[in-house]
């Protein structure tokens, strides 16, 4: 009767399975070998490659070095987004955000459900109240705006919800004087500072010609 093989001999078959993908990747992207010195273009041995019986750590150097190989080949570079914050990151989740962002990154107008438009409409607001100058006008556009998100909640036509919040009129008019205050403090103190740094540039050539 044969003894059965002990359990810590047995080889995992996850584990074979890693292996041979990741002996077929070598295979068929010699570039991403962590074993060629791709810019020197030799074939010096950087580490020993690993041996059958892969780790999991192994696998994870491997992955640590195509990484750094793609960075120093500027893979990496120039990739939008970089350097900047993750847009909508915290936000609640949208389930139209694509539609949305791809209203907004095109500047589409009066494209797709109320619901879509009216959420683009209303993170553009502030910018737009920015760039009307009498308060009438200001209070018009709220009121219309407001109108417009009350109509959509009543529609029967199917689509996604209306989550759009109507706007306060009276606070959106005194936070539009407000930004306008500090813009107007704003360009005026940057408007002192040009003409001291005018005075002192006009005393410096009068010394030399004296």
Do not use: C
């Amino acid at each position: 009767m044969h003894d059965e093989p002990a359990e810590s001999t047995r080889r995992d078959p996850r584990e074979a399975a890693a292996e041979y993908r990741l002996a077929q990747f070598r295979r068929e992207h010699p570039e991403f070998d962590p074993t060629i010195d791709h810019e020197s273009e030799q074939l010096p041995v950087s580490r020993p490659a690993p041996a059958s019986g892969t780790t999991a750590q192994d696998r994870a150097a491997y992955v640590e070095t195509v990484i750094q190989q793609a960075i120093r080949r500027g893979d990496f570079d120039d990739l939008p987004g970089a350097g900047k914050p993750i847009p909508g990151l915290g936000e609640r989740l949208d389930p139209d955000w694509w539609i949305r962002r791809k209203i907004q990154a095109e500047k589409l107008t009066g494209l797709g459900p109320p619901a879509l438009t009216l959420r683009v409409e209303a993170a553009q607001l502030e910018a737009t109240l920015d760039g009307i100058a009498r308060e009438d006008d200001v209070r018009d556009l709220l009121a219309d705006f407001n109108r417009r998100v009350i109509e959509a909640r009543r529609q029967l036509q199917g689509g996604p919800p209306v989550v759009t919040a109507t706007r306060d009129v009276d606070a959106e008019v005194a936070a539009w004087r407000e930004r306008r205050a500090a813009a107007a403090r704003a360009a005026a103190a940057a408007a002192t500072d040009a003409a001291a740094d005018a005075a002192r540039s006009r005393r410096r050539w009068l010394r030399r010609r004296a």
